[in-house]
């Protein structure tokens, strides 16, 4: 059997990790449009494949990038 | 020099940067923020004779790696050649680790069973995670290796997995570059995958 380790994260993902980036804002803005744009085009084209989180209709933007 | 404090979220990917691991490369990054780690790559790092010292440091301010050696293999192009970067990353990890068996863990992939005991005997009774070269592989090890009470089903990870990869084409224009491993793509798809993370696992 392989290693395996117990851990104790934070499931979502905190937005502190976005900060860690250092991504600037125009282009954290841009991939958010990119991906709400992916979004769009799904539930255009084919609604059954948006996933759950989609379909639930989460904010994309997060609140790193909103302020 | 002290070696730089460790990031107990923090896993050095040691992967191969090739055109087949494409999809793979995306299912570690999308699998780790979805486990609520965060993947660093040598992508970002210059070349030189400082290259090596730079890779040292980033492996000890992260608490866990993974070494995919699943493409470790004779190139297609004269002279026939195997790389070797990542076993010799590998082999900085584990002197490291046994040095300071508290600080950091170090995880053992591949694509085929027995493959590594091929390859690097010297690893006998070292275990590696098979990922059969699929991207549902990759995210179930993932979830075998690092064990979590609240960890998304394979079935959530796929889906936050198809965020990041539909926009993978859009993601490399806005970059005006196709190469996937570029530093600059590199920050880009972990904001992506993050956020898909996030989208797909509840915010």
Known sequence: MPRSVHISTLIPPPLSMVKRLRIPKARQKQLLAIMDQARQRTATANPRELSDGLRQGKKLLSASAAR | ?203
């Not at chain 2, 992967?15 to 570690?28: H, R, S």
Request: hydrophobic share 40%; proline share 8%.
């Open chain 2, 1 to 203: 020099v002290p070696p730089p404090p460790v990031n107990p979220d923090a896993v050095f990917l040691n992967i191969p940067y090739d055109k087949e691991f494409q999809n793979l490369y995306l299912a570690y990054i999308s699998g780790l923020y979805q486990l609520g780690l965060e993947p660093f790559v040598t992508s970002g790092i210059p070349g030189g004779e400082r290259r090596l010292d730079r890779i040292l440091s980033l492996i000890q301010s992260c608490r866990y790696s993974i070494h995919d050696l699943s493409r470790v293999e004779m190139s297609v192009a004269p002279p026939a050649t195997p790389r070797f970067n990542m076993p010799l990353e590998l082999g900085l990890t584990i002197t490291w680790a046994k040095m300071h068996p508290r600080r950091h863990t170090w995880f053992l992939w591949e694509s085929t069973p027995r493959r590594i005991q091929k390859s690097m005997s010297d690893l006998d009774g070292t275990d590696p995670y098979i990922h059969t070269g699929s991207v549902e592989g990759v995210l179930s090890e993932l979830r075998n290796a690092f064990i979590h009470r609240n960890a998304p089903p394979v079935r959530k990870m796929v889906a936050a997995f198809r965020l990041l990869e539909g926009n993978l084409d859009a993601i490399l224009a806005g970059a005006g570059t196709r190469n996937l491993y570029a530093a600059s793509v590199f920050k880009d798809l972990c904001f992506v995958a993050l956020n898909a993370a996030r989208i797909e696992l509840g915010t």
